[in-house]
């Protein structure tokens, strides 16, 4: 049996990448939640397309061990906010500049207020998906590994719920991640190419940019870049200052397997789906191009 929330949110089906993202990536342009994308699902190795309400979702993803009143109050809350975040998208992408000429000095005009924001629902973005909550359980996991004499108990995934809904309402981490998207310089990439930009149900991932220690880094480490795509000819890179001095400029990508890089860490980096508005067989028959 469904419960709801009074705002009318249901217990079940809980999205954490919201529809009004998602429809970025339609199949027939931004046709808010009527939009369909194609995607791929990793674990069952299918392909098809369907409506951006389907998916990526889980049961009771947020629900708090609390009062049926207080049970859906994460849910509640990204429901509310997800008004703002899909204005402010659409602004940023009115504002991006796709033709390449004259880039020397052109920059996204985006306020320093709007990017504040923005770095804020980023940082939700980040914490809130099954990834975050996996790597939750990877350190647990690691912390058992390395001390097998310690009696540790066994977690469940409600037990990793628990801890990771406590993350999103304690907020440490997303002040954390909204502090360092705010304070990095935004480079825009503009594709070019036959290939469009993918996304997924990870959609901010990190990059390790230091090609001489491949050695685990800490988020806020000067040499991972972040990486997010916003249609399928936009994307933003997030860089310490140190590597990119130029804040909301432009990079125009022409060369196939640019892309194809990029579309290949996020797939890697995914937990189940991988979203595009074109036929992945139509993709695949492209990106032999850039093999």
Not at 13 to 35: E, I
Not at 134 to 157: A, C, E, L, M, N
Request: charged share 30%; net charge positive.
């Amino acid at each position: 049996m469904k419960t709801e929330s009074k705002n009318g949110n249901k217990g079940k089906g809980q999205h954490y990448v919201p529809a009004c993202y998602l429809a970025n990536f339609g199949t027939d342009g931004n046709k808010g939640r009527n939009s369909k994308v194609y995607f791929i699902n990793k674990r069952e190795l299918k392909l098809n397309c369907s409506n951006v309400e389907s998916f990526p979702k889980e049961n009771c993803f947020y629900d708090v061990d609390a009062p049926e009143e207080k049970k859906h109050v994460v849910d509640d809350m990204y429901t509310r906010m997800e008004g703002e975040y899909s204005t402010l998208l659409k602004k940023l992408i009115s504002l991006v500049v796709l033709e390449p000429s004259e880039r020397m000095d052109q920059k996204v005009m985006l306020t320093k207020d709007d990017k504040g924001v923005l770095a804020a629902y980023l940082s939700m973005q980040i914490t809130r998906t099954r990834a975050f909550r996996d790597r939750i359980q990877g350190i647990y996991q690691q912390i058992k590994d390395g001390f097998p004499w310690v009696p540790i108990p066994s977690y469940t995934d409600k037990d990793y719920r628990r801890v990771h809904i406590r993350v999103l309402l304690e907020s440490n981490s997303m002040h954390f991640f909204a502090n360092m998207f705010e304070d990095r310089n935004w480079v825009f990439y503009i594709n070019h190419t036959d290939v469009p930009f993918f996304t997924s149900d990870n959609p901010i991932i990190a990059i390790d940019y230091d090609a001489h220690h491949r050695s685990p880094k800490s988020a806020a480490h000067p040499m991972l870049g972040y990486y997010f795509p916003l249609t399928p000819q936009i994307a933003i890179g997030f860089f310490d200052k140190k590597k990119v001095f130029c804040d909301m400029c432009y990079m125009d990508i022409y060369k196939e397997e640019d892309i194809v890089g990029y579309n290949g860490e996020l797939l890697r980096q995914s937990t189940r789906f991988v979203f595009s508005d074109t036929d992945f067989r139509t993709i695949k028959c492209l990106m032999r191009r850039a093999e």
